[in-house]
């Protein structure tokens, strides 16, 4: 099947600071990149999303960009807060294949 | 209402046990996926529903059967499960069944355990 690498696997990060989160996809005809964040006990929940006619795209704290040519996308998370603790994934190719996920741990 | 609502949180079962798995949503939205979901994994698309009818079956073995009452509900029922087969069970929702371009609405799931 078609495969979606995520880096790291885990990443802590001081309070304040900012976090970065990779994927890699091998469908070249991927056009949507979704990221979803999930707390414990809970399902995943879409954050931000981008599709493959722009390069960046920011809400808030959170970016995401995109380069269709390396096919691989980023998640950026700036001024960290503690509620951004939780796992994350990425998603991408035809059938929306979820990246292997980040547990991402905020230390105050 | 952007909720998507699965019962029940938590369930136990024996091999040879049927038990189903229910999932409701009010959006108004025509597509209905089944994901599972081991511990520290991803979750891993098993059906799709659009309009209600199956569109998708991602060569899950027979011993889960879904079903897609109406366009508000979906099921999923469970049969001589083995215990590999506990996992958490995500239910999601989309506008239209296009799941290269389309915001997923999860559940919170079903946490199965299979004795």
């Known amino acids: 099947g078609e495969n979606v690498e995520q880096h790291p696997s885990t990443l802590s990060v001081q309070e304040g600071d900012s976090a970065v989160i990779k994927c890699t996809y091998s469908?070249?005809?991927?056009?949507?990149f979704p990221w979803y964040k999930q707390e414990l006990g809970k399902g995943p929940q879409l954050i931000i999303d981008?599709?493959?006619?722009?390069g960046e795209k920011k809400d808030q704290r959170i970016a995401v960009t995109l380069n269709k040519t390396a096919k691989h996308f980023s998640l950026h998370i700036t001024e960290t807060q503690p509620e951004d603790s939780a796992v994350y994934f990425c998603a991408a190719n035809e059938k929306l294949t979820f990246g292997t996920g980040t547990r991402l741990t905020i230390i105050p | 209402d952007t909720e998507v609502t699965q019962t029940p949180k938590h369930l136990v079962m024996g091999m040879t046990n049927k038990k189903s798995l229910k999932c409701e949503q009010h959006?108004?939205?025509?597509?209905m996926y089944w994901y599972k979901q081991k511990a520290k994994k991803p979750p891993e698309l098993m059906f799709v529903?659009?309009?209600?009818?199956?569109?998708i079956n991602e060569s899950v073995p027979s011993r889960f059967s879904p079903e897609c009452p109406n366009s508000s509900l979906l099921n999923l029922h469970l049969h001589a499960l083995q215990p590999e087969d506990s996992a958490l069970y995500l239910c999601a929702s989309s506008q239209d069944y296009r799941l290269t371009n389309e915001k997923l609405f999860f559940g919170s799931g079903t946490q199965l355990s299979v004795l």
């Open positions: 469908d070249s005809a991927s056009n949507y």
């Open positions: 959006m108004g939205h025509r597509a």
């Open positions: 529903y659009s309009y209600e009818k199956l569109s």
């Open positions: 981008i599709r493959s006619n722009v």
